[in-house]
């Protein structure tokens, strides 16, 4: 079992910026493939951003690209989600999750895809 521990979320208002952090103790993070996924009230839970476990390639969605910034630190087993110009719209519950690494190019962007997630942590942006 993989424990997930989110942190960092809260309310701001529109505009500015929050950095959740995910840890992972575990000394083997390296080798787990990292994604933040997001799930506002009444609706599924739906794709953020990804990283690979090494290589450190990324992907996002599209409602956040350009906005949000996923990162890893290896050494210190923690993932991060700098998320920048907030507005109302990203008001969810956002998890992390890990998945054993995969050498291939390809990075991991379903729910199904994932066999770990955290308990996530509350985001409100006010308007």
């Known amino acids: 079992q993989v424990q997930l521990v989110e942190s960092g979320g809260g309310l701001v208002p529109a505009g500015d910026s929050l950095r959740l952090s995910c840890a992972v103790p575990?000394?083997?993070?390296?080798?787990?493939?990292m994604g933040w996924f997001r799930q506002a009230p009444g609706k599924e839970r739906e794709f953020v951003a990804a990283?690979?476990?090494?290589?450190?390639?990324?992907y996002y969605a599209d409602s956040i690209k350009g906005r949000f910034t996923i990162s890893r630190d290896n050494a210190v087993n923690t993932l991060y989600l700098q998320m920048n110009r907030l507005k109302p719209e990203d008001t969810a519950v956002y998890y992390c999750?890990?998945?054993?690494?995969?050498?291939?190019?390809?990075?991991?962007?379903?729910?199904?895809?994932?066999?770990?997630w955290g308990q996530g942590t509350q985001v409100t942006v006010s308007s």
């Open positions: 575990r000394k083997t993070f390296s080798s787990y493939d």
């Open positions: 990283i690979k476990g090494i290589g450190d390639s990324t």
């Open positions: 999750a890990a998945r054993r690494y995969s050498s291939g190019a390809y990075i991991y962007r379903l729910v199904t895809e994932y066999d770990y």
